[in-house]
């Protein structure tokens, strides 16, 4: 059965970081990209970013609004991706799913809420 | 980059059908067949109902069906069931620089 749980989210002030991990299960997690999304109390949801698989180059794509800020990586022996956020915004609050896949993403996880506030 | 748009609200009586629809641009919905559909329930991670259109993952209802047509994209769920109350989100490839869009989302009602 895949699995995926998010962990590390939490409460964090304005301009700090925080680091997201996303530990996979029930699938070769080496084989496919990672993508993370979020969404924010009561709205929709927002691409935030993926990495490809190594086979792909292992790169990674963000949206306009973290890009700079972010950073997705992968520990494929681990099986976890990780989600690096620095310079936190308020806007930043919201629930940060993990999923597994680009074009098609089939799998999410359960989500870990973040909050920025001061 | 602009959101998908999406009706809020859509409803229907148990067994009836209801269509969902989902406008972008030829940036996005119009120029790729990369648009799926997802299924949230309050407090829950959203579910994969539809992918590249109109494929179903499996494991997912043949009650749910996609389609697109230019610009705009569209969910039916036929045979509506009271475990389909929900919100459904589109989303659509957008190209090298915007990647991916949402749509703003439509809660379906089944009344």
């Known amino acids: 059965e895949v699995q995926l749980v998010e962990s590390g989210g939490g409460l964090v002030q304005p301009g700090r970081s925080l680091r997201l991990s996303c530990t996979a299960s029930?699938?070769?997690?080496?084989?496919?990209?990672m993508s993370w999304f979020r969404q924010a109390p009561g709205k929709g949801l927002e691409w935030v970013g993926f990495?490809?698989?190594?086979?792909?180059?292992?790169?990674?794509e963000y949206a306009a609004s973290v890009k700079g800020r972010f950073t997705i990586s992968r520990d494929d022996s681990k099986s976890i991706a990780y989600l690096q956020m620095n310079s936190l915004k308020t806007e930043d609050t919201a629930v940060y799913y993990c999923t597994r896949g680009l074009h098609r993403v089939d799998y999410w996880g359960q989500g870990t809420l973040v909050t920025v506030s001061s | 980059q602009s959101a998908l748009t999406q009706p809020p609200s859509a409803s229907g009586s148990p067994g009836q059908s209801v269509t969902i629809s989902c406008t972008g641009t030829s940036s996005d919905v119009g120029g790729y067949n990369y648009v799926s559909w997802y299924q949230q329930h309050p407090g829950k991670a959203p579910k994969l109902m539809i992918y590249?259109?109109?494929k179903r993952p499996s494991g997912v209802p043949d009650r749910f069906s996609g389609s697109k047509s230019g610009n705009t994209a569209s969910l039916t769920v036929s045979g509506l069931q009271a475990e389909d109350e929900a919100d459904y989100y589109c989303?659509?490839?957008?190209?090298?620089?915007?990647?991916?869009?949402f749509g703003t989302g439509t809660k379906v009602t089944v009344l």
């Open positions: 990495i490809r698989s190594k086979a792909y180059g292992g790169t990674t």
């Open positions: 989303s659509s490839y957008a190209g090298s620089n915007n990647f991916y869009v």
């Open positions: 029930g699938f070769t997690f080496g084989d496919y990209a």
């Open positions: 590249e259109v109109s």
